[in-house]
């Protein structure tokens, strides 16, 4: 292990791998210094197996992992993590594949991290997703069984996603409504964060448990403030400057989303500040003009219409402010106007009565100058 760690994994040098586990640490609040705990872990021989099922899902899960960069997918996930099964990243197929995923159940059972990706159909007994003949709500109960933790990964395994959305013909849940009987830690997204999900495995193969979670079995770590709390576009929101359509003057600058559609003001996850695809700043859906659809907060996300404006969970727009015109050639309204020439005015009134203060001040000092001059 030791050796392993010094040399780095899988072309990753010892310093990058520390480095990311470092960050891996300051993402779940603990301190940096769990850095070299956390990949002595990762790099242990006896690390637990990872299996992971997919149901009804379009791949977006996986795909957004394979996009992880510090290290990349295949050094951590194969080679630090051990992903024993996986349908679209494993080499084997059909019969090869089901026993080898068995065989990594019985000789792990009660320590594997069993991850489930997509959700379950219940309808008609669940026919609507099977592999190897058998159901998916019987594949995951069999391999909840024998599982050490239990991770729902995507808004579709958590909640129930697009496929539960109106009418729902399949009956789609998420997988907590299939095993009622165990804690399943959801990390939803569509597709979520994939730091989420390896700081979340991280965390159990380091400290042999789940990280804390919140009241709907979310990562605290990832989904403990509102995206409205760290969107680069708040300021906007508070001094009153809104976006009103797609492609007008306001949404060319850069205002504020909300009255457009976005649900940040009600939707819980760590985007603005941790981003997607490790290509910099506005690397995430409200960075690059598209309001936030809450994909990560069941009940809005997939629920709501996109236009729909989101539910405030801290405070309102500010109504102090006019509003400024963004139509073509009007410059600004006769209530902006009339705000900016009071604070103007304002502004230069406060500027007289402090040069008036200033000058008398230094009128009494020169008196008290010139009184001193006199006594001498």
């Known amino acids: ?21 470092t960050g891996v640490a300051a993402t779940l609040g603990l301190s940096p210094a769990l850095g070299v705990r956390i990949a002595e872990a990762a790099t242990a021989p006896g690390r ?8 009804q899902e379009c791949t977006g899960c996986t795909e957004s992992l394979l996009r992880s960069t510090h290290p990349t997918l295949e050094h951590l996930i194969l080679e630090a993590i051990s992903l024993d099964y996986n349908e679209t990243l494993q080499a084997a197929a059909g019969q090869q594949a089901e026993a ?3 065989a990594s159940m019985e000789a792990n059972r009660g320590n594997y991290v069993l991850v489930v990706d997509g959700s379950i159909p219940t309808k008609d007994g669940g026919i609507y997703c099977k592999v190897a003949n058998r159901t998916m709500q019987e594949h995951v109960m069999e391999a909840a069984a024998g599982a050490a933790a239990i991770i729902a990964i995507g808004s579709c395994a958590s909640w129930g996603g697009i496929p539960s959305s109106g009418p729902n013909p399949t009956g789609a849940v998420g997988v907590q409504k299939i095993l009622t009987d ?7 997204g569509c597709p979520p964060n994939p730091y989420n999900f390896l700081a979340t495995v991280l965390h159990f193969i380091t400290f042999g448990k789940l990280p804390e979670l919140d009241h709907k079995n979310r990562p605290k770590f990832a989904y403990s403030r509102l995206i409205h709390e760290n969107c680069e576009r708040r300021p906007h929101f508070d001094a009153g400057r809104f976006a009103l359509e797609f492609g007008d003057e306001g949404h060319r600058q850069g205002w504020c989303l909300y009255k457009i559609g976005c649900k940040g003001p009600e939707t819980y996850a760590n985007c603005p500040t941790i981003l997607f695809g490790d290509v910099g700043p506005g690397a995430w859906p409200v960075g690059t ?13 997939f629920t709501k219409p996109i236009h729909a404006l989101a539910e405030l969970k801290t405070v309102s ?3 102090a402010f006019a509003r400024i015109a963004e ?6 309204t006769p209530g902006a106007a009339a705000l900016a020439a009071g604070l103007g005015g304002a502004a230069i009134g406060a500027g007289a009565v402090f040069a008036s203060r200033l000058g008398k001040a230094e009128q009494a000092e020169t008196g008290e100058h010139a009184e001193s001059g006199k006594s001498d």
Do not use: Y
């Not at 292990?1 to 586990?21: K, P």
């Not at 003009?289 to 996300?301: I, Q, Y």
């Not at 139509?327 to 600004?332: L, P």
């Open 48 to 55: 637990p197996p990872v299996v992971w099922l997919s149901a």
């Open 327 to 332: 139509d073509k050639g009007q410059g600004i």
């Open 182 to 188: 165990k804690t399943v830690l959801n990390i939803p």
């Open 289 to 301: 003009g598209h309001p936030c659809f809450g994909c990560t907060e069941e009940g809005v996300g």
């Open 317 to 319: 727009p500010p109504t």
């Open 1 to 21: 292990m030791d050796g392993e760690l010094n040399s780095g994994i899988g072309g990753v040098s010892r310093r990058e791998f520390i480095q990311f586990c």
């Open 100 to 102: 080898a995923r068995h």
